[in-house]
């Protein structure tokens, strides 16, 4: 029983840690103001007939703060690498000059800014109720555990070191969503 037990504690995180991961990168792709070619990770183009992510069909940089620079691999694609940043609709504007795009990155207005950190609030309460529904689930099989043999006194123990991990998890996910907002507030 004792290894079901321990079982049971390290599955438990690992599921918490991948649900808190998960969060955390959801939360990373809201724009913060600032040129970032992770921008750009949704922008699909059409590449002799297949969509392909733009990463793998070009050099993407930012020279600077506010400006994007997209080198393609081909320069047949330029034409294409417009169509799909206007498809994915980020409100961004590409320009060319037949070998390069580039899109200056608008500055955020406040009212732009507080629906970013609505969104990446929005992605930390999945992340929690992720990190909730796992934490039910691991609470279950913990008095599974008890029903079928494992002591009282041991199941209370196993039951703490599970909210113990989800209390944690929830504290480093609202520090996550804390430094986002500073960094999405910041002009």
Known sequence: ??????????????????????????????????????????????????????????????????????????????????????????????????????????PLTEERRKDLVKQAKNEAENGKIAIRNIRKDAMEKSKGLVKAGLPQDDGKKLDEQIQKLTDAHIDQLDKSLEQKEKEIMTV
């Open 1 to 106: 029983m004792q290894e079901q037990s321990k079982a049971l504690h390290d599955d438990t995180k690992i599921k918490m840690d991948h649900a808190y991961s998960h969060a955390t990168d959801l939360i990373a792709k809201v724009r913060a103001g600032k040129a970032t070619p992770g921008m750009l990770d949704v922008v699909m183009v059409d590449y002799y007939g297949n969509l392909t992510p733009l990463s793998q069909v070009a050099n993407v940089t930012t020279p600077d703060a506010r400006t994007l620079q997209i080198q393609p691999w081909e320069a047949s694609l330029i034409s294409e690498i417009e169509k799909g940043i206007s498809k994915a609709n980020l409100g961004l504007n590409p320009q060319n000059d037949g070998k390069i795009v580039r899109i200056t990155v608008p």
